[in-house]
C-alpha cells in the first residue's frame, strides 16, 4: 500500500509540473497584446511598455516560465491585473464558498440519489423504474442555465421565495447564509444534474451486485431483506459512487462558471472565467495549478479510499 | 461600461428649493427634470446602489497608468471631486455651486489662467488651498507618465510654471494659447485637489513636509500614495483617505468591491448630504442584478436595466421602481481601418463612405434596438444632452440619413455596378471623379467585414441590422465578434507610422461601444492625424487645423466648422449611441435628471418621501 502511494505520489508531481507548463504555453498563446487586453483603448505605446515591464511581460518566455516555477515554489502565485490583489489571496476567498457550494449540492445529490439507485434497483424493469429514470435523464439533459432561469423565474420572480443573488458584502463562509434564501436555488440547480449520475450508477451498481451469489446465499440463509441491503449490499454497491466522489473533488475546487454568474456566486468559476476574458494570465495560472492539483488530489483519494474499502485491490497490489 | 453617472449638481438648489415649496404646500415635490414626488422629505435612511460586472479597486484618485479600472472613479468622486465639476443639470458646462472655484480668468491671449478657490474646507476643518494645487501639480509633474488620465501634450506638461499670489489663488502660466472652453472643460476638469498638508508624506508614521517640491520628494510621495491607493484591506481605515473634500466619506470596504459611503459632516458645498448612508453592492452579471430587481427583493434602491430588458421595465414599476435614462458622454461608431490591405483603399474614398452612411437606418436602430433610448447619432456630437454644442446641422438630423436610392446612385456614379442584396464590383476603375478611385482594381468587390465586441444582445442585433440596410446597396458586410477584451487585445492604433503592422491588418470596420468626452465634445485625440485615439489612421489637414482651432483658438464659433467638417468627412461612420437607463425606488427622490459626464450618480441631493397620508 505504501508503494502503490509513493508511485502515485511521484506520478503527481510530474503530472502537476506538465500541466503548469501547458497552462503556461497555452495561456500566452491567446491572440492579442495582455497590455492592451488589460488597459484598453487608451493604451499608448509607453504605457504599454510601463504595464510589460511592471509585470516582466517583456521577458523572454522561457525566463518568464521560469520565474514563475520560482515565484510558485515559494507560495507566491503572482499579482492579479485586473483585482490588483495576490492571486492566492483570491483564490483563498473564493476556493472555501465553493467547497460550501458545491460540498453542499453533492450532499444533496448523494443523499437523494444514492437511495433513488437503490430504490430502482430494486424495482428493475418495472414501470416506477423507468419513470424515475426518465425525470431525472430529462432533467439531466437540461442545460444548467435553463434550470436556474426557470427557478428563478418561479421562485424568485413570482412567488418571491428565494433570493436569486447573494448578498454583495460576503466575505466570509459564513456570510453565505447571511441571507439563507440566497443559497437554496444554486445548490438545487448545481444538485439537478449530479442525482441523474449518482443514482443510476448506485443503480448499475446495485443491479450488479444483487445478482451475486453473496446476496442469494444471504436470502437463502433468511436474512432479513433490509439487513442484505444495508450490511451487504449497500457496501458493495457504493464502490464505484467513492470513484466518482474522488473524481468529483476539483468540482469543489473549479467552482461551477454557469451557476455562479447566474446567481452572482463570487466563486472560482466565476473568477476562472472573467480572467479568461480579461487576460489575466496569474489568475488563469493559479487556478489551474489549483484545480490540477485538486484533480491529481481526488484520484489519489479515489484509489486509497478504494484499496481501503475492497481487500481485493489492497491484496492485489501487495 | 460604468452603469451610473453623476447626477448633475446644479440641480440641488433646484431640489432644495422645491422641497421647501412641497413641504409647505401639500407635499408634492417637482423633483429634477419635472417628476413629481408626493411626500415630505425624510432625513436619514440608507439607499443600496447596484454596481455590475466589476468594482473599484484603487482609492488614490491620481491613477497610475497601469490601472484601467473605470469603477475607482465611482468610489472616490464622492469624497475628493474635480476642480472643475463637470455637468450643470443636464446641460454639458462646469457646474458653478458645485465647483471648487470661485472664478476661472484667461488673459494674456489664454496663456495665462488665475483660479480664485472658494473658502471651502477639508473634512478635518483645514482650508483648502493653492497649495492643494500645487502639491497635485508637483505630484503629476514628475509622475504624469505614470498617471492614467494623463493625455499627450496636456496637463501637466503643457503648464509652465505655477504662482500662488495667495492662498486661494492660483495662476497658471500655459505654455501657450489655449481656448478657454476647452480647456477648462476637458483639462481642469480631469484635476482633483488633494490634501497636501495631510498626504504630502512618504509613510503612514512619518511626518507631512514639503516632499513634493523636489523631484525625489514628489516621487516618494508618489509612489507612497500608489502603494497605500491600492492596498484594499485599509481603503475604509487608513487616516489618509479620512481626509476629504467631498460631500462623503468611505466608511466601509470590502474585497469583494461592496463598499459605503457616509457624509462628510464637515462638507463645505451647498449640497449637504440627506441620506445617512450610501451602499454599493456589487453583482457579476446584469443578469442577476436584474432577476434581483425583479425578485421584489429590498437589496437594491438604484439598479441599472441592460437595454436587452427594457421590456421588464413595466413589471419593475410595478415593483415600486421609477425609470430614468443617462446619455452617454461620447460618440458611438463603426470604425474603418484606412490602412487595412485592399479594404483601407476602398475605405479611404469618402463616396464610399457616404454611401454607407446612408444606408444606416439610425432612426429604426434607435426605436427598434435601443427601444427609443440612444442618442441618434447625428454626426460626431450627441444630440440629446449638451444641445450647445449641436451645430443646426446635427439637429436637423446630420447630412446622411438613411437613404438607400441615394447611396446606390452615388456607387453608380463613381464607377461600380450596383447590385442590391448582393455584392457591388468596381467597373470603372480609375482615379477620375466617375471612377471607382485610387487603388481601385476592376471586378474589386464592395466587402468588409466588421469585427465587434460579443456579449451585448442590443450590439448583435444593430450589427445584423447594418449588415441588412448595407446590402440594399450592395454592400456586402461579414459578421465576426470577439469579446472585448480580445477585440482590444488584437487591434492597434492603425496609422502611417504603425503601417503596416501585422495589428491593422486583421481588421476592416470595428464597434465596440463608443469614444468617451469630456464637456467640451472636441474631436481632439481623436480625429487629428496621428493621435493615439484614432483608431483608423483617418488623416485631413482641414480636420487638423479645425481641431486645433477648438484646441488652441479664441473662438467658440469655430466649434461648429470643425463639426460639420466631421459630419460630412466620416471619419467614423457614425452609430445611434445608446443610453443607460437606471430605475430607482419610487419613495427616493432628487435622483433625475442624470448628468452624463461624471462616473457615479450624486445621491448627496437625494431623500426618501415620507407617505403623505
Redo the contacts between chains.
Keep these: 500500500m505504501i508503494w502503490l502511494l509513493l508511485k502515485r505520489i511521484g506520478q503527481s508531481i510530474a503530472v502537476i509540473v506538465g500541466v503548469m507548463i501547458l497552462t503556461f504555453v497555452l495561456v500566452h498563446l491567446e ?4 497590455a ?9 505605446p ?2 504599454v511598455a ?2 510589460n515591464n ?1 509585470y516582466g511581460l517583456n521577458r523572454p518566455l522561457p525566463v518568464q516560465f521560469w520565474l514563475y516555477c520560482i515565484h510558485v515554489l515559494h507560495g507566491n502565485l503572482g499579482v492579479s491585473y ?4 495576490p492571486v492566492s ?1 483570491l483564490i483563498a ?1 473564493r476556493l472555501p464558498r465553493d467547497v460550501v457550494l458545491i460540498g453542499l449540492s453533492t450532499f444533496l445529490s448523494l443523499i437523494i440519489g444514492l437511495p433513488m439507485g437503490l430504490y430502482q434497483a430494486l424495482h428493475h424493469g418495472t414501470l416506477k423504474d423507468d419513470v424515475v429514470a426518465g425525470t431525472w435523464f430529462t432533467l439531466y439533459s437540461a442545460p444548467d442555465f435553463m434550470e436556474a432561469l426557470i427557478l ?1 423565474a418561479i421562485f ?2 413570482h412567488f ?1 421565495i ?4 447573494f ?5 466570509t463562509v459564513g456570510g453565505l447564509f447571511e441571507d439563507p434564501r440566497a443559497m437554496v436555488l444554486p445548490v438545487v440547480v448545481l444538485a439537478i444534474n449530479n442525482v441523474a449520475s449518482y443514482s443510476q450508477y448506485m443503480r448499475s451498481s446495485a443491479i450488479e451486485e444483487l445478482a451475486q451469489d453473496y446476496i442469494r446465499t444471504a436470502r437463502a440463509k433468511g436474512m432479513r431483506e433490509r439487513m442484505i441491503l444495508t450490511r451487504h449490499l449497500l457496501r458493495n454497491a457504493l464502490l464505484p459512487i467513492i470513484t466518482i466522489l474522488g473524481l468529483s473533488l476539483p468540482d469543489l475546487v473549479a467552482g461551477a462558471v454557469i451557476a ?7 466563486g472560482m468559476g ?1 473568477l476562472f472565467w ?1 480572467s479568461a ?3 489575466d494570465y496569474p489568475v488563469l495560472l493559479g487556478a489551474t495549478l489549483i484545480i490540477g492539483i485538486a484533480t491529481i488530489a481526488g484520484n489519489l483519494i479515489a484509489d486509497i479510499a478504494y484499496g481501503i474499502l475492497d481487500p481485493r485491490i489492497r491484496h492485489a497490489v501487495a | 461600461m460604468r452603469p451610473f453617472y453623476r447626477l448633475t449638481a446644479g440641480l440641488a438648489a433646484v431640489c432644495l428649493t422645491t422641497l421647501v415649496a412641497a413641504c409647505a404646500a401639500g407635499h408634492t415635490t417637482n423633483v429634477g427634470s419635472g417628476s413629481v414626488v408626493k411626500g415630505q422629505k425624510e432625513k436619514g435612511g440608507t439607499v443600496t446602489l447596484a454596481e455590475v460586472g466589476a468594482s473599484p479597486n484603487f482609492i488614490f484618485p491620481l491613477v497610475p497608468s497601469t490601472n484601467s479600472n473605470g469603477y475607482n472613479e465611482d468610489l472616490t468622486l464622492g469624497s475628493w471631486p474635480y476642480l472643475v465639476y463637470s455637468g450643470d443639470g443636464s446641460k454639458s458646462a462646469p457646474n458653478p455651486a458645485e465647483n471648487l472655484y470661485s472664478s476661472l480668468t484667461y488673459t494674456d491671449n489664454d496663456s495665462v489662467v488665475t483660479i480664485v478657490l472658494k473658502p471651502w474646507m477639508w473634512s478635518d476643518g483645514v482650508p483648502i488651498t493653492s497649495r492643494d494645487f500645487t502639491f497635485v501639480y508637483n505630484l503629476l509633474k514628475w509622475n504624469y507618465n505614470d498617471w492614467f488620465s494623463y493625455t499627450t501634450g496636456l496637463f501637466p506638461v503643457n503648464v509652465k510654471k505655477v504662482l500662488t499670489p495667495n492662498s486661494h489663488t492660483i495662476v497658471l502660466d500655459l505654455n501657450r494659447s489655449w481656448n478657454p472652453t476647452f480647456f477648462t472643460d476637458d483639462v481642469l476638469a480631469a484635476v482633483p485637489l488633494l490634501p497636501q498638508h495631510a498626504w504630502d508624506k512618504t509613510s503612514l508614521t512619518g511626518k507631512v513636509s514639503n516632499y513634493d517640491e523636489t523631484k525625489a520628494g514628489a516621487k516618494a510621495v508618489w509612489n507612497f500614495l500608489q502603494k497605500q491607493g491600492g492596498d484594499m484591506g485599509t481603503f475604509a481605515t487608513n487616516p489618509l483617505w479620512k481626509v476629504v473634500d467631498g460631500p462623503w466619506k468611505i466608511s466601509q470596504f470590502l474585497s469583494s468591491g461592496y463598499y459605503s459611503w457616509v457624509p462628510n459632516k464637515n462638507y463645505s458645498g451647498p449640497d449637504k448630504p440627506i441620506l445617512n448612508k450610501v451602499i454599493w453592492t456589487p453583482f457579476t452579471t446584469d443578469t442577476a442584478e436584474m432577476d434581483t430587481l425583479r425578485s421584489g427583493s429590498s437589496q437594491i434602491d438604484v439598479g441599472y436595466v441592460p437595454l436587452n430588458d427594457v421590456r421588464q421595465l413595466p413589471a419593475l414599476e410595478s415593483e415600486g421602481y421609477s425609470v430614468a435614462q443617462v446619455p452617454s458622454a461620447g460618440v458611438a461608431e463603426i470604425l474603418p481601418n484606412f490602412y487595412t490591405p485592399v479594404a483601407g483603399l476602398l475605405l479611404r474614398q469618402l463616396y464610399i463612405r457616404q454611401a454607407m452612411e446612408y444606408l444606416i437606418n439610425r432612426q429604426q436602430l434607435v426605436k427598434t434596438v435601443f427601444a427609443g433610448y440612444a442618442d441618434p447619432g447625428n454626426g460626431p456630437v450627441p444630440t440629446i444632452y449638451g444641445q450647445e454644442w449641436d451645430s443646426p446641422l446635427e439637429k436637423a438630423g446630420g447630412l446622411y440619413q438613411y437613404n438607400p436610392t441615394k447611396a446606390k446612385q452615388i456607387l453608380a456614379a463613381h464607377g461600380w455596378k450596383v447590385v442590391p442584396n448582393g455584392t457591388d464590383t468596381c467597373v470603372r476603375p480609375g482615379t477620375g471623379p466617375t471612377d471607382c478611385g485610387t487603388g481601385i482594381t476592376a471586378n474589386e468587390p464592395l466587402k468588409f467585414q466588421l469585427l465587434f465586441a460579443s456579449g451585448t444582445t442590443s450590439f448583435d442585433q444593430q450589427n445584423a441590422a447594418f449588415q441588412t440596410t448595407e446590402a440594399l446597396g450592395g454592400v456586402h458586410i461579414t459578421l465576426k465578434s470577439e469579446p472585448f477584451n480580445t477585440l482590444v487585445s488584437t487591434t492597434g492604433t492603425c496609422n502611417a507610422k504603425s503601417h503596416p503592422a501585422a495589428i491593422c491588418n486583421d481588421w476592416q470596420l470595428e464597434q465596440y461601444g463608443y469614444n468617451e468626452y469630456g464637456m467640451d465634445p472636441s474631436g481632439s485625440n481623436m480625429f487629428n492625424t496621428d493621435a493615439n485615439g484614432n483608431y483608423g489612421g483617418y488623416s485631413s489637414p482641414e480636420m487638423d487645423k479645425l481641431i486645433n482651432e477648438t484646441e488652441y483658438g479664441p473662438s467658440s464659433s469655430v466649434f461648429f466648422q470643425y463639426e460639420d467638417y466631421a459630419d460630412q468627412q466620416l471619419p467614423l461612420l457614425w452609430l445611434p449611441n445608446p443610453s443607460n437607463i437606471i430605475v430607482y425606488k419610487s419613495n427616493l427622490a432628487g435622483v433625475t435628471p442624470l448628468n452624463p459626464f461624471s462616473g457615479t450618480l450624486n445621491p448627496e441631493v437625494w431623500y426618501y418621501t415620507k407617505s403623505s397620508s
Design positions: 491572440p492579442g497584446n495582455t492592451r487586453a488589460v488597459l484598453g483603448f487608451k493604451a499608448t509607453a504605457r510601463i504595464f511592471t485586473s483585482a490588483l490583489q489571496t476567498q428563478i424568485c420572480v418571491h428565494f433570493q436569486p443573488s448578498p454583495g458584502g460576503i466575505t455562479e454568474a447566474i446567481f452572482s456566486f463570487p466565476l472573467q476574458l480579461s487576460h
